[in-house]
């Protein structure tokens, strides 16, 4: 036999549209169909929600949102000054404790652990806090640091909203650092370097960008919850206390209470805060993307 002839026994046929047979047509089609339409009833109702936040957002954006509190009951006028600081302050606070934690177990897990049974444990937990209710974190949080001490506060919404976003960063810090060449880190000991010498100077560096874009969007998902501070960071319509102990106002909760309001003023500013808080995601999933083809 020949090398053209076992080539060409080799490969696989082509076979013309017109020669498959009339079921399969049918049945290819109307999976692009159902695809197709789905794909379009989703886009719809996207930017619908959009374009409907967009539009009563707007209405209710001013200067003095930004610059004034929120307003009581029945008064005019206000802003969401505090609610916006305290949103900061809250969400920086979560991050700053889930991102030395979530680094550091995701570096275990790829590094130290990988197919051992305590790293196979870490990581069903890890899935398990993943998918669980943050409504539940938000409860246990409450038992352990809210009703001992007697009062809400803003340390409390922080380690709940850090347990939220711990999960998120150590599945991003793990894959990240799997996807490191296992050249370098060869290249690495075979200068004679530790390895905790080789996870700092060659890995981490090698899968900073990809680390970084899992902390942003950790602090992207913990931007808008509103169920765990409801039980650990409550809210207030003043300034919070330097100490963040009592009640620390923020734009979720904020959100929450005033868009159940019978008050027009209080209805427009929830718009207005769920746009703020819409376009902060927005920026943040952009410099996250940006940050990624960077890597690349």
């Known amino acids: ?8 026994t080799m490969t696989t046929p082509h076979v013309e549209w017109g020669r498959v047979r009339p079921a399969r047509r049918t049945a290819d089609r109307m999976m692009k169909i159902i695809a197709t339409s789905f794909t379009l009833i989703a886009i719809v109702v996207l ?4 374009g409907m936040l967009i539009v009563k957002g707007l209405g209710g954006l001013s200067a003095t949102t930004f610059t004034q509190i929120t307003p009581g009951p029945g008064t005019e006028g206000g802003g969401l000054a505090n609610a916006i600081v305290g949103s900061i302050v809250l969400t920086f606070l979560g991050i700053a404790v889930a991102t030395p934690i979530g680094v550091l177990a995701g570096t275990y897990l790829a590094e130290y652990g990988k197919a051992s049974k305590l790293a196979d444990l870490i990581r069903f937990i890890n899935d398990i806090l993943l998918s669980a209710p943050s409504i539940l974190i938000g409860l246990f949080v409450y038992v352990i640091l809210v009703e001992p001490f007697r009062g809400y506060s803003g ?3 922080g380690a709940a909203l850090g347990i939220i976003a711990i999960p998120v960063i150590v599945r991003t810090t793990e894959d990240m ?3 490191v060449p296992g050249g370098l880190r060869e290249a690495g000991a075979a200068l004679g370097a530790p390895p905790s010498v080789v996870i700092t100077s060659v890995t981490w560096r090698a899968a900073k960008s990809g680390m970084v874009t899992g902390i942003l969007l ?7 919850e509103t169920a765990p501070l409801i039980f650990t960071a409550l809210n207030n319509n003043f300034w919070f206390s330097p100490n963040l102990v009592g009640g620390v106002s923020n734009l979720p909760v904020t959100i929450y209470q005033f868009a159940s309001a019978p008050y027009e003023n209080w209805q427009q ?5 769920s746009l703020i808080i819409t376009v902060s995601i927005l920026v943040l999933s952009i410099i996250a993307r940006r940050i990624v083809r960077g890597g690349k």
């Open 155 to 157: 340390w409390a919404g």
């Open 1 to 8: 036999m020949t090398l053209a002839t076992s080539t060409k």
């Open 218 to 224: 950790a602090l992207a998902r913990i931007a808008g």
């Open 47 to 50: 930017f619908w929600i959009l």
């Open 269 to 273: 500013l929830a718009w207005a805060g």
């Open 177 to 179: 650092l799997r996807l």
